[in-house]
């Protein structure tokens, strides 16, 4: 089945590394005019470099006016992946109110703000879209120490309900991807401890986490015409996590 997406301009947030940065040079790859938004210049210009047509935009995404301010005039956008994000592990009795706003302020409130941006200028158009938010199977269910993680997918994952109840009349489809864990550069050091990533493949029917490249072809497939009836949906990317 061949996915591409000539004709098509899209926006993904977190295109610095791992799946945003995967997803980001996938599109671009399959046609798509591809603008990569992220808040470290310097992953920004390594991207550039790999794939010079990217458009780079440098924001930081918890700063909601700045947002505003970065995002006005990328132009019209067809596809939308909400990939951002930050994970701030910690005991739920020892959470800060800093934990916990900055852990919403990018997890959720980015989220619905870029998307707000992106939706608006499709209604407006009167054009079709897809968005896509990269949430987690900890949406899910529950692991320690990711109290407010856990709660910012949770939420993430009805935002994504939400919206694909408002925008669906439309067309513009709203769809979520919950992956385990994924080996990005940052994943593979924050699960080289071998009991660690015991335990948790223990629980995955297949035995394994997940490659970037897993998630990243499950992200084309919902923003892609091939979805084109799916809306609404999470798709988890787990090897069978949530099912057991």
Wanted: aromatic share 4%; charged share 20%; proline share 4%.
């Amino acid at each position: 089945m061949e996915i591409t997406f000539t004709g098509k301009r899209a926006l993904v947030t977190g295109a610095g590394k791992g799946i945003g940065r995967a997803t980001a040079l996938a599109l671009a790859r399959g046609g798509a005019d591809v603008t990569a938004v992220t808040r470290t210049q310097a992953d920004l210009d390594s991207l550039v470099q790999e794939c010079p047509s990217i458009q780079p935009v440098c924001v930081d995404l918890a700063d909601w006016d700045a947002t505003e301010h970065a995002l006005k005039n990328v132009g019209p956008i067809d596809l939308l992946v909400n990939n951002a994000g930050c994970a701030m592990l910690e005991s739920f009795l020892e959470i800060t109110e800093a934990q916990f706003d900055k852990s919403f302020n990018v997890n959720v409130k980015a989220a619905l703000h870029v998307a707000q941006i992106v939706a608006r200028g499709m209604k407006a158009r009167g054009s079709p879209g897809a968005i896509v938010n990269v949430s987690s199977q900890a949406a899910q269910c529950a692991f320690k120490d990711h109290a407010v993680y856990c709660a910012t997918k949770g939420a993430l994952d009805m935002l994504t309900s939400v919206m694909a109840l408002e925008l669906g009349p439309y067309q513009i489809r709203v769809n979520s991807v919950n992956p385990t864990v994924v080996l990005t550069d940052m994943a593979k050091i924050g699960w080289s401890d071998p009991v660690k990533a015991k335990g948790m493949i223990s629980r995955i029917p297949m035995g394994k986490f997940a490659e970037v490249e897993d998630v990243v072809n499950s992200i084309l497939f919902l923003l892609s015409d091939k979805t084109a009836m799916t809306n609404g949906v999470t798709l988890p990317v787990d090897g069978g996590f949530l099912a057991c």
